[in-house]
């Protein structure tokens, strides 16, 4: 059973702070890594994408990975209160088919 | 620009009815997934198919079936409804092995 696990939350930062989330992945195979944000009642929406080894930034947002240790990361500088959601992350697994395994999410909270 | 497409946003079921939830994209993609999510969770994978006649099962297929006779629609079936079904089901949609999944709003479903 190939798993994703993020780091428990929930996780609260003061607005204007960095928000760290973490996510760790067992299948080795593994290509290609998603962070999705989903708000309350509403459904994931797509952040960012990162396929190799490094640093990938958009904005306020970076995604880290690191294929050795198995780790996946993002970090939102600047939080905002409209960061306050659900954040999950996704791994596709090594085959041709390409099957998504998400993790159980974390729930982040900026508070003014 | 539609996108993914979902109906109904919400629908309550008795014990043992059976109903069909509609999946519509439109945006010519060849793999298609169904999801749920249950209350503090992350996306369990039901199903998913890589083209029009092609299905296979996921993680949680217990319960649902699934057809796939055009490229743009992707229903998922359930015969018996049993109260764990109770959940937000998503349908998602991607172009090639490597591109993110796009989700449509979700369907509410409540089995009492």
């Known amino acids: 059973q190939k798993e994703v696990e993020q780091n428990s939350g929930p996780l609260s930062v003061p607005e204007g702070a960095i928000a760290s989330l973490n996510c760790t992945y067992s299948?080795?195979?593994?290509?290609?890594f998603f962070w999705y944000r989903q708000y309350s009642g509403k459904s994931p929406e797509l952040i960012m994408s990162?396929?190799?080894?490094g640093d990938k930034e958009d904005g306020r947002f970076t995604a880290q990975l690191n294929k050795a240790s198995q780790y996946v990361s993002l970090l939102i500088r600047d939080s905002q209160p409209s960061d306050s959601a659900t954040y999950l992350c996704a791994v596709k697994e090594g085959t041709s088919y390409g099957k998504l395994t998400f993790g159980q999410g974390t729930i982040l909270t900026v508070h003014p | 620009n539609a996108g993914v497409t979902q109906t109904p946003k919400f629908r309550i079921l008795k014990i043992g009815q059976s109903m069909t939830l509609q999946c519509t994209q439109d945006?010519?993609?060849?793999?298609m997934y169904w999801y749920r999510q249950d209350p503090g969770m992350g996306l369990k994978l039901i199903y998913y198919s890589v083209g029009a006649g092609i299905t296979d099962k996921g993680e949680v297929p217990n319960g649902y079936n699934v057809s796939r006779s055009t490229t743009e629609d992707f229903p998922l079936r359930l015969e018996l409804a049993a109260p764990s079904q109770t959940s937000v089901y998503f349908c998602?949609?991607?172009?090639?092995?490597?591109?993110?999944?796009?989700f449509g709003d979700g369907t509410r479903l409540s089995i009492l």
């Open positions: 990162i396929y190799s080894n």
């Open positions: 998602a949609s991607r172009q090639g092995q490597d591109q993110p999944q796009h």
């Open positions: 945006m010519n993609h060849n793999y």
């Open positions: 299948d080795r195979g593994s290509q290609s």
